[in-house]
């Protein structure tokens, strides 16, 4: 398999890169192939404009999706973006690999779904949606670190609702619509207020994980 990794965190240090760095590692070790899209390292812009292209259309009213269906059909988007492009089509497995800020990714990971799931390359056009999606057959899925615990995401708890309840747009209004098998997120909780040995034995869960839902050598 071919799996893709789209990090997003900054600090190389942090729990979340330690999860990027470990899937990597278990994939590799297991015979597929990895890429890991370090959107910080990487100075990743995410900004959806008219930077993203060559050159745009004659068009009186510039519109960006416009512009994209235009890049895909004349090759017109820039090394940026045909890059993430590239390894993002090549992939069999999609993984997010994100901190939870204000219940959603950071501005850097959206920025990158902007921009890269592009109209006529992701969706549209040619290419339908869910079931018939540009990435049906492929699976997805999200490894998300929260600063609250786990009892915050409860009916009773703080925040009213579970994090699976919270990343439903992120799942079903992203990953699924482009047409992704989209798995159970993989979530550990408040990583910066729990000891090291809590964390050593997440990173054991995720391998756990990992090798539960993709077995050395699936498709």
Known sequence: MNILIVHAHENINSFSSALANIAAKH?????HE?????????????????HDFNQTTDSKHYKYAIEQLNAVKSNGFTNSVKDEMNVLEHADVLIFNFPLWWFGMPAILKGWVDRILAYGFAYGDTHGFYANGRFKGKKAFLCVTTGSPETFYTKEGAHGRSLENILQNINEGILELVGFDVLQPFIAYAVSHISEEDRIDILKKYITYLSSNFNKGCN
């Open 27 to 31: 994939f590799t070790n297991s015979g």
């Open 34 to 50: 990895v890429n890991i899209s370090d959107l910080y390292q990487k100075n990743f812009n995410p900004v959806a404009s008219k």
